[in-house]
């Protein structure tokens, strides 16, 4: 019998945690200011976990701790300091990659479940029955496989949990582990073939004020690079961004343990427009298959455009393209329409004061003016109509402009149903 798959989302802070599980989240994975391969983010203090796993746990979702950083020698009293407390705290399973700390954890909390990074780079079979052997609860296959590689895995280890990245940044150019010979013409470098792209000569192909397509020296003729150009600086080395969304059918046939989505140090608002997103998408592929949802979306008729337009929108005013990456022979990108308008987060619901107030976190400029739209869980966008709701500033003085930055407060004519605090607004 099919099971429904985890969804597991990124969470780089406290904020980011409460919103994950309003938009849906069965587990979240973070860390501390160290010892993983986020320390940009803003991680949790040991208070801050304790408070977070006690949130989680209530919802019903679990926690994974990550240690996934490679620490050196003089780093490791700082592993073992961690590894000997961190069950007291309650997290559900550790994310490790290096061998050593994974020594070090079976050492020192024996009783916890591990899961194996994506930094573990496990790519085939014989390597799954070394990691299962010394302990190993969960494995992340690595990005690079293809949908039908990772199938067959699956299918082989039916008693082992796997888990599959289905969103976020794809890093081509990673010490040790770089993908771009295999992303340019598709000469692995972890198989011995790499063609040194990095090395390559490089011209402008097509050149606008939005972006640069880029050919090769000994290809001239074909786009090798699209660059997406912001105000002052271009991503070459990772363009595009992993979007396996309008798969989700064939994500949920394939019967991997957990879909993970990459973004740890993400913002709140892009963690509650991709989480509902997957939320949703995985729920109408359960529906269709027999499984229970964990939601039961009010819209059923969601066609994937407006998924992918979502997920534009979550990168800004400039979105990155998306892409299936390596799930399918031919890789397919995504660019957002050339009419794409961006419909910014402008503000995040705080605590309901009385019947129809409620404190904001404004985001961005909102203009009492315009119409606002509530970003409700299951892809549910109900509009607010200007002139049926009053803006106020901290000292509850009507206003009709809150800038971002600032606390304020909503009064609506007649509160909308289903609001709950963390909810985002669009205006």
């Known amino acids: 019998m099919l099971k ?30 160290e010892l993983s391969l986020r320390a940009k983010c803003d ?23 990550c240690l996934n950083a490679m620490p050196y020698d003089r780093q490791l009293d700082d592993v073992v300091q961690m590894l000997k407390i961190l069950p007291d705290y309650g997290v559900d399973a550790l994310i490790i990659a290096d061998p050593g700390v994974l020594h070090l954890a079976k050492k020192h909390c024996p009783g916890m ?25 969960r ?18 280890f039916p008693d ?52 640069l397509t880029v050919e090769e020296k000994l290809r001239q003729g074909e786009d090798c690079w699209d660059i997406e150009q912001g105000t002052h600086f271009s991503a070459i080395f990772a363009p595009s961004d992993l979007c396996l969304v309008p798969y989700m059918d064939e994500l949920v046939a394939m019967q991997p343990a ?36 964990k939601f039961a979306p009010k819209r059923q008729d969601i066609e994937q455009e407006e998924f992918m337009l979502e997920l534009f929108n979550s990168s800004g005013k400039n979105p990155r393209p998306l892409t299936t990456g390596f799930f399918f022979p031919e890789r397919q990108d995504r660019k957002a329409p050339e009419n794409y308008t961006p419909r910014p987060m402008t503000a995040k619901l705080g605590k309901k004061i009385r019947e129809n107030l409620w404190e904001v976190d404004v985001r961005n400029t909102w203009n009492s003016e315009k119409d606002a739209w509530l970003v409700l869980p299951g892809m ?10 009053t803006l106020y500033n ?15 407060f909503i009064r609506f004519e007649q509160e909308p149903q289903n609001l709950a605090e963390n909810i985002f607004i669009r205006a």
């Open 4 to 33: 429904r798959p985890e969804l597991l989302i990124p969470a780089g802070g406290p904020e980011q945690l409460e919103v994950a599980l309003l938009y849906g989240a069965d587990a979240v994975y973070l860390s501390g200011n």
């Open 43 to 65: 991680g949790f203090s040991l208070e801050e976990l304790k408070e977070g796993v006690k949130k989680a746990h209530g919802a019903g979702a679990k926690v994974y701790y």
């Open 113 to 137: 479940e591990i899961h194996l990074s994506t930094q573990a780079h496990s790519v085939n079979s014989a390597a799954v029955e070394f990691w299962k052997e010394i302990g190993v609860h």
């Open 139 to 156: 494995i992340n296959l690595a990005r690079e496989l293809g949908k039908a590689e990772m199938t067959k895995i699956i299918s082989a």
């Open 160 to 211: 082992t949990e796997f888990e599959i990245f289905v969103h976020g940044a794809m890093c081509l150019a990673l010490s040790g582990h770089c993908l771009m010979s295999a992303w340019v013409n598709k000469r692995p470098a972890n198989l011995g073939q790499c063609t040194q792209p990095c090395r390559f000569e490089y011209r402008g192909r097509k050149f606008t004020d939005i972006s």
């Open 258 to 293: 957990s879909l993970k989505i990459e973004g740890r140090t993400k913002s709140p608002s892009y963690v509650a427009q991709v989480t509902d997103v997957y939320r949703t998408a995985l729920d109408l592929a359960c529906i269709k298959q027999g499984i229970a949802p």
């Open 380 to 389: 549910d966008r109900p509009c607010i109509r200007q002139g049926t709701y």
């Open 394 to 408: 901290h000292q509850q003085n009507e206003v009709r402009t809150l800038h971002p930055g600032l606390k304020g």
